[in-house]
């Protein structure tokens, strides 16, 4: 188990290709569809793939001048559980520029501004089986104006050190996967150790 | 914009908690349940919460001595996209250990055993409308033995320095949110310059 085996050549990419023969939606929700997904096989066999679809959404790692990352405390209800998170909310709709997003959800939930944006990651959630996506960005040059919550909304804005925040996740206490990478990929860019960049940027 | 405001006390919970009142199942799916979650807000009013369940997974990230990581490259016709990722799959039923399945999930696409695993992250992956629980782990100390796919699952094994794959997740090219995280926090335990272990552990 010594030798990397380097089989990422994009030739490869036939014998894993699925292809799609028909999408028939099964459910309309008020948040979610969900389609089920005929698709041939490599194999040639035929499979089904329940796909849930989701219009995407923004989220925002907003870190001082002096270290502190501003965070929001809610109740998720669906896992029955208090999460601290990354501020962050759902498109408008399909196609609203994730920026946009990231710009109103930061104000509403902690009442900041920032003077820019840099995209940290755009985080698809659960591939396997779900569109969604979340354009995770760090915003700098922070400036406080006014919270203005949706009305059914509610959290507390939580402030503490970047470098406390990764250390919870590193714990494993931030268990929510937007906030856990958010935080991480700000503490690589501004604080950590980061790896160089790669030499062959093509192979995904 | 200076002073933390530390407004993380747990009696503040209060203000923010949500109350379900009936949850009644609106599609039963090969892969997921959506759910319709009635709760009351804390205003007193109410609202609809979405629920998609989904059974969980588990996923790795395999690092070998020399500091090569083993991902799989696929094909998520969902999205529509090749991705590479670390190993990973769902629970075979509710309540698995997620431990069970991370070693059969790790054998089965790479065929590789490990002496060690770590939890790394319990990420939910969308906890504002989806119960998906990934639990990530380092797995260490590794030996090579036989792959054997499921009948509908195609891939390529890919193994690549762990620097290198971090660059990429930098860089926004792996945009699978395990991956990313997974990636991510293998490095800063076992690379990079983590931030020291916190000394109020019980916010969340």
Known sequence: MTKP?????????????E???????????????????????PNGRQALREVVRH?????????????????????????DRITLEIPAGKLDHVGEDPLDCA????EEET????????????????PGFCTEQVRIYLATGLSEHHAHLDDDE??????????????????????????????SLAWLKLKGTAPVACENPSIT
Chains 1, 2 share one sequence.
Not at 57 to 66: F, G, T, Y
Not at 103 to 106: D, G, K
């Open 5 to 17: 085996t380097g089989e990422f050549t994009l030739g490869s990419d036939a014998g894993i290709r």
């Open 19 to 41: 292809t799609p023969l028909s999408d028939e939606v099964v459910f309309r929700g008020a948040l979610i569809d969900v389609s089920h997904m005929q698709v041939r096989l």
């Open 55 to 79: 219009k995407g959404a923004a989220a925002i790692v907003p870190v001082d001048q002096d270290g502190t990352v501003t965070l929001v405390r809610q109740h998720r209800v669906v896992v």
């Open 103 to 106: 710009r109103r959800e930061l």
């Open 111 to 126: 009442g900041l501004h920032a003077e820019r944006f840099e995209l940290l990651c755009p985080m698809l959630t659960s």
């Open 154 to 183: 509610f959290l507390n804005v939580v402030r503490m050190p970047l470098a406390e925040a990764v250390a919870r996740v590193l714990s494993g206490e931030f268990c929510d996967g937007k906030t856990a990478l958010g935080l």
